[in-house]
């Protein structure tokens, strides 16, 4: 083993590395297909180069070669396809056609003197001779480089994102370093200058590349960096390079007197403890500047959001904070969050808390949402490329969802058992790099006080909202007992006032019978004088006295019969089995109010039905009901010309019913009251004018005798009462 084997030694191991990576961790991508092709072929290169370096023999180094070469050519096509799969370039398969059926004619020409024809010693090893069409080879290798150096570049100014334009300049400087460091071979190969390969040196590329790989996931692997591998990588590369010391040191000390004695590997070993320690840890906070800058800043970060959220109870307060923290640690540029509010109807809503936002324009989600059942779903951050998948899978294609998964790289629940109080929506880096573990470790813990505090104080908010509601209720209860109470003085007066009533119609029954004695006296007085004056012999009676006579005669009788109506339906009784004659009922009704419209224009007609069968009940009671119906009818008008009351009776053979009605002309009852005209105590009249008893008291007595109380009413159109009573004897 020499000094120079240990560059392309170095570099063949990080090929072999980034192989297996993209083997092991890598998807079943064509891009990573044609990666891993790309390694293998470049590790092609470098075991040649070792092998080289190592062996004794010019012969085997040119069989070496011309094999390596059967190989080589193809990485002009791979490189061709790689970038242009990278790039999402279509449509120029023409030219991979061309690159390979290239790398077909060299890898025809490799074994021949015509490519390769000898190999030269170096004190760096063999190399290569160049044959007349090797730089057939070497114009195609320039010709690529170039071509892939104005793609990624092109690219670079293309690119709006600060993460894939990182990434781009990562391969650029990875892989396009890596080509230029290889094409500088030629001038060795092609005798121009005498010259260690520069292509040994691709362990150099390579280490910037994998810093991209693990940094910004460059193949979309889903590999963030972490500490343990990059010191296993820095412990790997200190080894090597303690391997190369002691190398040199061997081949240098090898002459000398001590080279055999203890001397030697003591003074290795203070080397080692003295000097490398101190290397390494140098090293290791170089690293950590470098990938983990930013680590304490969170811890601090974490530290201060602990202590201002701990006792707040206002979830406006703690979105803001939440916000805030994780906008200026992890430097952002996007960064929403959307906060569980919960309505007074029983439901959730998520908000977004970015209070500079118009009201207008904020985003909400419902809780069957599925953008917020997909947090549910998924107990822990979610990637932009899973974000895609479910907005695919579940058809998340409402503006909301659209809207606020835009620039989103990583989401992050706010759950607190099985609530999910938020959810927290970040964007892309200022810097442009990528998320590590250490950020999501981080922000997941955020999110987890965060949610802690949300919960305390939703459940503050509910419990005052409660509170709240408690009061409320018992004010409204005190309301309700107040006005039952009010309603129950109202009644006791409405009552006291009902008794008065009956009382007053007690009195006047008493004296309608006080009443009727003199007025059948009167009367047989006034007949007796009229026919005796027609049988004295003296001289005729004279015509006016006898026609004063007789009005006074008429005017008693009037008087007489209204006594007796107001009798019939002031007698008391609870019989319900007498014979009554519905027509009978009505006109007493009609002659007891007609000092109430007489002076009026009001028009009331009677279509009585001739021959009208009897119904077994109270004469009293039914009277009342008449009285009431028409009594209401009269005061609904207002008693003009235009002014009419019809009532009518009829007998409907099929129901075996009597049937009574009154129609008039008034202004009808509104809808708004017509559920509420039979219940006791209802009126729309002023106070002291009504007692809302008649039409309750009206539908119970018609109850009681079997029958039916209805109404239809049209507003401006007036009103038609129907009592409809079962027949006494059924008619033919």
């Given at each position: 083993?020499?000094?120079?084997s240990?560059?392309?030694l170095?570099s063949l191991f ?5 192989a ?8 079943r991508?064509?891009l990573?297909?044609?990666?891993f092709m790309?390694c293998?072929?470049a590790?092609f ?12 023999s ?6 070496a070669?011309?094999?390596e070469?059967l190989?080589i050519p193809l990485l002009?096509p791979?490189y061709?396809a790689f970038?242009?799969?990278y790039?999402?370039?279509t449509g120029r398969?023409w030219l991979?056609?061309f690159?390979?059926g290239y790398a077909?004619l060299?890898?025809?020409l490799a074994?021949?003197?015509l490519?390769i024809?000898?190999?030269?010693k170096?004190p760096?090893?063999f ?10 080879f070497?114009?195609g290798?320039?010709v690529t480089t170039?071509y ?9 100014g293309?690119?709006?994102t600060?993460v894939?334009k ?10 396009g370093?890596l080509g230029?460091l ?6 060795t190969i092609l005798?121009?200058?005498v010259?260690?390969?520069?292509g ?6 390579l ?7 693990f940094?910004?996931?460059?193949l979309?692997m889903?590999?963030l960096?972490k ?7 820095l412990t790997?590369?200190?080894?090597c390079l303690?391997?190369v010391?002691v190398?040199?040191?061997n081949?240098?000390f090898?002459?000398?007197?001590l ?10 070993f203070?080397?080692i ?6 290397i390494k840890s ?13 680590k ?8 201060d959001?602990?202590?201002?959220i701990v006792?707040?109870l ?11 923290v994780?906008?200026?640690a ?7 969050l959307?906060i569980?509010?919960?309505?007074q109807?029983?439901?959730?809503a998520?908000?977004?808390?970015a209070l ?14 599925n ?5 549910k779903?998924?107990?822990r ?9 479910e907005?695919?899978k579940q058809?998340l294609s409402?503006t909301a969802a659209?809207?606020?998964v835009k620039g989103?790289?990583w989401?992050f629940?706010l759950?607190?058992k099985?609530n999910?109080n938020g959810f927290?929506?970040l964007?892309e ?5 990528l998320?590590?573990r250490?950020?999501?470790d981080l922000?997941?813990t955020?999110?987890?006080?965060s949610?802690?505090?949300l919960?305390?104080?939703l459940?503050?908010r509910q419990i ?5 509601q408690l009061?409320?209720k018992?004010a409204?209860?005190t309301?309700?007992l107040?006005a039952a ?5 109202e009644?006791?007066e409405q ?17 309608a019978h006080e009443l009727?004695?003199p007025?059948?006296t009167?009367i047989s007085?006034v ?7 027609k049988?004295?012999p ?11 006579l007789?009005?006074?005669e008429k005017?008693?009788g009037?008087a007489?019969?209204?006594v007796?109506?107001l009798?019939?339906?002031s007698?008391?009784?609870?019989t319900?089995k007498?014979?009554v ?9 009609c002659?007891?109010l007609?000092?109430?419209?007489k002076?009026?224009?009001?028009n009331i007609?009677t279509v ?6 009897d ?5 009293a009671?039914?009277g009342?009901v008449a009285?009431?119906i028409l009594q209401?009818?009269i005061?609904?008008?207002?008693g003009?010309r ?10 409907e053979?099929?129901?075996c019913e009597?049937?009574f009605e009154c ?7 509104p809808?708004?009251i017509?559920k509420?005209i039979f219940?006791?105590f209802f009126?729309?009249k ?6 809302g008893?008649?039409?309750y008291?009206s539908h ?11 109404f239809?009413?049209?507003?401006n159109q007036g009103s038609?009462?129907m009592?409809r009573?079962p027949?006494?004897v059924p008619?033919n």
């Open positions: 083993m020499t000094l120079y240990f560059p392309p170095l990080c090929f072999i590395s980034l297996l990576l993209t083997i092991l961790r890598g998807a991508t064509r990573n297909h044609l990666f790309l293998i072929l590790g290169i470098c075991s040649n180069y070792v092998f080289s370096s190592l062996t004794r010019g012969t085997h180094a040119l069989w070669s011309r094999i070469h190989f002009l791979l061709i970038f242009q799969e790039l999402n370039i398969k991979l056609r690159a390979f077909g060299l890898i025809c074994p021949t003197d490519y024809t000898h190999m030269v170096y760096f090893g190399i290569a001779s160049a044959g007349p069409f090797y730089f057939l070497a114009l290798e320039a170039i892939i150096l104005i793609l990624v570049c092109k690219a670079i293309r690119e709006k600060g894939q990182n990434r781009l300049k990562y391969v650029l400087l990875g892989f370093s230029f290889n094409g500088l071979n030629f001038l005798g121009l200058v010259v260690y390969p520069p040994n040196f691709s362990f150099i590329p280490a910037i590349f994998a810093v991209g790989l940094k910004h996931d460059l979309d889903g590999i960096i500490k343990s591998l990059i010191y296993s990588c790997a590369l200190l080894t303690y391997a010391i190398i040199v040191a081949h240098l090898s002459g000398f007197i080279s055999d004695s203890l001397l030697i590997p003591v003074g290795f203070l080397l403890t003295f000097i490398f320690g101190p140098g090293i290791q906070h170089l690293v950590d500047k470098l990938f983990f800058k930013r304490y800043d969170y811890q601090a970060a974490l530290k959001l602990s202590r201002q006792s707040e206002d979830t406006g307060a703690i979105g803001k904070q939440l916000l805030s994780a906008q200026n992890m430097r952002v540029e996007h960064c929403a959307f569980r509010q919960p309505s109807k029983g439901d959730v998520y908000h977004n808390a500079s936002q118009p009201a207008g324009r904020r985003i909400t989600f419902s809780a069957r949402d953008m917020v059942l997909l947090f779903n998924q107990n951050p979610i990637s932009s490329e899973t974000f895609l998948l907005i695919n058809n409402s659209q809207q606020a989103i790289v989401g629940p759950l607190f099985e999910l927290l929506l964007g880096k200022r810097s442009g790099d998320y590590t250490e950020d999501l922000l997941e955020l999110c987890s006080q949610a802690l505090a919960e305390n104080a459940s503050y005052d909202r409660l509170n709240n009061e409320k018992v409204d209860r309301k309700e107040r109470l009010k309603e129950k003085e009644t006791q009552l006291i006032r009902s008794e008065s009533l009956a009382s007053i119609g007690q009195l006047v029954a008493g004296v009727n004695n007025l059948t009167a007085l007949q007796s004088t009229v026919e005796d004056m049988e004295f003296g001289e005729p009676l004279d015509e006016t006295t006898a026609e004063d007789a009005f006074v005017e008693l009037r007489k019969a209204i007796r109506s009798l019939g339906l007698r008391q009784t609870d319900y007498e014979k004659n519905l027509n009978a009922v009505i006109k007493d009704a002659r007891i007609h000092n109430q419209y002076h009026t224009d009001l007609k009585f039905s001739a021959g009208l069968p119904i077994l009940g109270n004469f009671t039914l009342q009285l009431n209401n009818a005061q609904a008008v207002p003009n235009e002014s009419r009351i019809v009532l009518s009776t009829r007998y053979i099929e129901a009597v049937v129609s008039d002309t008034g202004p009808g009852i809808e708004s017509q509420d219940k006791p009126t729309t002023e106070v002291g004018q009504g007692t008893l008649g039409l008291l119970e007595i018609v109850r009681k005798h079997g029958g039916n109380l209805s239809e009413s049209v507003i038609r009462f009592v009573l027949a006494a008619l």
